[in-house]
Nanobody, 125 residues
Framework: QVQLVESGGGSVQAGGSLRLSCVAS????????MAWFRQAPGQEREGVAR???????GYADSVKGRFKISKDNVDKILYLQMNNLKPEDTAMYYC???????????????????WGQGTQVTVSG
């Protein structure tokens, strides 16, 4: 079991930046694939980025070149650096984890069993 708590959301103007954080606690001795998802009102939860235990990353096409996922293995913190934000990035952002390796291809909600409570990102412009 792992517990996840996100922070760092807020309101920014289009073109601005935010960095989201996700602190993991509990059984962090196991290997996990970590990911960020987002969900806008009335829309399905969308996988944004993932990173595996050795640092291999994957991104949704909609955020490639603008968002960067990273992690601090010592402090057990997952980050999402978001640059050049657009109004369509407005959503609740969630941190997620699954034991073992990441799956390739699209980042799918059904592959992750541990979730944080979310942090809101609002981009105006």
């Amino acid at each position: 079991q792992v517990q996840l708590v996100e922070s760092g959301g807020g309101s920014v103007q289009a073109g601005g930046s935010l960095r989201l954080s996700c602190v993991a606690s509990g059984d962090t001795s196991s290997r996990y694939c970590m990911a960020w998802f987002r969900q806008a009102p009335g829309q399905e939860r969308e996988g944004v980025a993932r990173i595996d235990s050795v640092g291999l990353m994957g991104y949704a096409d909609s955020v490639k070149g603008r968002f960067k996922i990273s992690k601090d293995n010592v402090d057990k913190i997952l980050y999402l650096q978001m640059n050049n934000l657009k109004p369509e990035d407005t959503a609740m952002y969630y941190c997620a984890a699954r034991p073992g390796s990441c799956y390739g291809g699209k980042i799918e909600r059904r592959d992750y069993g541990f979730w944080g409570q979310g942090t809101q990102v609002t981009v105006s412009g």
